[in-house]
């Protein structure tokens, strides 16, 4: 409990040495071994696509695929650990060569994963911002080398390869429940833009007993979308189907579970859910432009 300032965690510990977290840890060491093994799979392509101020790659990995350009990325806040849990869940299924829809998904696109943008922040135990004190998810209008290297990179690599689909995957500490924010506020927003997202939130709300929509974000109004913010700036920037996946930190109260509560298990299979209800909506997507 949380009251007055003080922190009290009431626990019988068995052991000598106990490790308290808000959340399942993902470790750097563990970001480093699912790297090196995705790197090692037939059709993945591994690449830095530059440094962070403290010095440490931005991990990139890209599954060969078909023409349409999907990317995934997470932990832009880096004690949303939640979120690297589900990339190796993608990672997972999307490598599965006896995945059918693996198989499908990759027949149709090729898949852009940035399991981590935020690795100085992770290693320093920041929340929500990198090396430099900046919160990544603001910085996506104009991007510098001197504040945020991490996004100057990634959409740089965005800008080559074009976008005609992505999810940036966040944990949420306050709303104990699984949802999807969009990009309804953008100034270039089109019905096609609105449908495709409104389609891939009913296919995954028919796959996942886990997601919800009543529960979230307010909507910003016409013109008012904050570019800031990747999800916006890249519906608008691209004319794709963008979003924000948001997972609880402590349960998803629609469907609690008292002994687990949210867990890296429920986050690795929500990605699973997430590209079954990609595959569903895919070949429905509107036609994009480059950055």
Sequence with gaps: SYADGILTIAETFVADSVWIAYFAPYSLERHHDLIAAAAELDDVHYESLGMTLDGRDIDYLRVEGGPQQVWLYARQHPGESMAEWFMEGALDLLTDPHSAVARALRRRATFHLIPNMNPDGSVRGHLRTNAAGVNLNREW???????????????????????????????????????????????????????????????????????????????????????????????????????????????????????????????????????????????????????
């Design 141 to 291: 209008h104009s991007p510098t080398a001197e504040r945020s290297p991490e996004v100057l990179a990634v959409r740089d690599r965005m800008d080559a390869t074009g976008v005609d689909f992505a999810m940036d995957v966040h944990g949420d500490e306050a709303i104990p429940y699984v949802f999807l924010a969009g990009f309804e506020g953008i100034p270039s927003w089109t019905e096609a833009q609105g449908a495709g997202f409104t389609a891939f939130r009913s296919a995954l709300a028919r796959r996942s007993p886990d997601f919800q929509f009543k529960h979230g974000y307010a909507v910003a109004g016409a013109g008012k979308a904050n570019l800031a913010m990747s999800t916006n700036q890249l519906a608008e920037r691209f004319g794709c189907v963008a979003m924000t996946l948001e997972m609880p930190f402590k349960d998803n109260d629609d469907l609690p579970d008292p002994v687990h509560g949210w867990s890296p298990e429920r986050s690795a299979g929500l990605a699973e859910d997430c590209l079954g209800a990609l595959l569903e909506v895919i070949d429905g997507l509107p036609a994009t432009r480059r950055g």
